[in-house]
């Protein structure tokens, strides 16, 4: 039998792969629904999606049904959002992503000029030039040998344009407008760095929304993701222990034996998949043959505090997705790398449904500080940018102490930030060397942190195992 550890979007990836190839499976859970991240919360009438909104690369999980022989578009209806985001900027102006290519390129020559228009259209070209270079070789990539990332062809054409640049330098020297390199820089977050700081490589991310687009299912929220994904494995034939916590993974010379529950029993096993916080892990659940030299120095990503409202009317005029833009923006970095809340915050606003609204800071995590004050500094903020007065609107609060109580190490639940030496070869490894049989995926490992490189991780550990014939 192959066990699963996780029904986060990493395990349920795997155990979709791993059954629909005929295999006996089971997912472990110890939460009572599957999702992990990408969860769901209620508060009186109101719903909220309590981990990602902007669904990029739908093609990627439609290929984790298509391996199931099932169409995404029956089990999981997407629309395109249109605008992706409004990006709203310090000085009063606005951008909004828009879908349409033309459209696009038009939205930023009324922002920035016919010169810039012209500049941005070619900048466009180049992520998408990028994006084919990188992502089948270095991120639908196997990264478990060193040798995966010896691709000299990939490595010369990414280098050629300017992918091992800074990520800031990298744009600035394509566009000229403070504010459209921002558009195109601070999704630098998502992989845990400032734009300073990332690879240049990074610019993919905003190849993904901008140009690729951002999706949402039709019903249901972005949890309607995992429920759908969890149904289909099932109708494959895996079996789930929700509410059920993996103590410890048994190992001989042989490789994986069982996994051991926190209800006394003992699940055989010949392969292993944990798909969980790898840092955890290692503090228990593993065997100590297991350890990889990757995590001894772990670098984590920041966290973030979100706060869930409950609205009793819609709020006219906002887009699903809202950016709002700090005026200090070099500031709010430097200060997030020194683990300190940004002096004057860009913040994320999610109006998902009519009477729901979410805002997102980043924050430091667990080894940082100062956070605390961020609740009430956002509420304080959203007034002010015009949201209405919600200090007595019902509300949810996620934040770094809460993070670590669901399980995520230092209080975040973005795992270990992508700086070179924790990306690709260099990330915590899928395959544990000394252990047949004992896999990994999501977040901690590679391709790394967001919903199509987790969903990514979890069919290249179902391909190992299947490939090893266990
Ligand atoms: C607030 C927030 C916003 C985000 N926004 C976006 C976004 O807009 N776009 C995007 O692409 N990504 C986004 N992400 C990131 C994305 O959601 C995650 O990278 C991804 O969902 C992680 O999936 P995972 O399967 O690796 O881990 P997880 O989702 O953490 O799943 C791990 C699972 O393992 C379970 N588990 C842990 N230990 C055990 C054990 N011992 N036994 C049994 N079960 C165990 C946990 O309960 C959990 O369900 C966001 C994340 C958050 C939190």
Known sequence: MDVVIGAGLAGLSAAVHLAAAGRAVTVVESRRRPGGCCGTAELGPHRFDTGPSVLTMPGVLAEVFG??????????????????????????????????????????????????????????????????????????????????????????????????????????????????????????????????????????????????????????????????????????????????????????????????????????????????????AHAGLLPEAAADWRLRRARHSPSCVVVHL???????????????????????????????????????VTHAAPDTLTALEPVPNLHGHGWERVERRLLDRLARLGYGDLSEAPRLIWDPRRWQAEGHSAGTPFALDHRFTQTGWFRPSGVARRIPGLHFAGMHTAPGVGVPPVLVSGRLAARRILAAGR
Not at 122 to 138: H, I, N, T
Not at 203 to 216: E, Q
Not at 339 to 345: F, L, S, V
């Open 67 to 280: 391996a199931a022989g099932e169409e995404l578009d029956r089990w999981l209806p997407l629309r395109r959002l249109d605008p992706a985001y409004r990006l709203e900027f310090h000085d009063g102006s606005r951008l909004d992503v828009v879908a349409d290519d033309a459209a696009m390129i038009e939205q930023v020559r009324l922002l920035c000029g016919p010169a810039e228009a012209d500049r941005y259209r070619r900048f466009r070209d180049l992520l998408g030039r990028m994006f084919a270079a990188e992502w089948p070789a270095f991120i639908d990539a196997d990264m478990t040998t060193l040798g995966a990332m010896a691709k000299p062809y990939a490595l010369l054409r990414l280098a050629s344009m300017g992918g091992f640049r800074r990520l800031d330098r990298l744009v600035a020297a394509h566009l000229t407008d403070e504010r459209l390199i921002r558009a195109h820089t601070f999704q630098s977050l998502y992989a845990g760095l400032s734009p300073r700081r990332a690879l240049g490589v990074y610019a993919v991310i905003s190849y993904m929304d901008t140009v690729g687009g951002v999706y949402f299912p039709s019903s249901g929220g972005m949890h309607a993701v995992p429920v759908a994904l969890a149904a289909v494995a099932e109708k494959c034939g895996a079996s789930f222990r929700y509410g059920t916590r993996a103590t410890r993974v048994q190992a001989d010379s042989g490789g994986v034996t069982a996994v051991c529950l926190d209800t006394g029993e003992r699940l055989p096993a010949r392969n292993v998949v944990v798909a969980c916080d790898l840092p955890a």
């Open 310 to 348: 409950g609205l009793d009317r819609p709020l006219p005029g906002r887009t699903h997705h809202t950016l709002h833009f700090g005026r200090r923006w070099e500031a709010g970095f430097a200060a997030l790398e020194a683990g300190w809340p940004q002096p004057d915050p860009s913040i994320m």
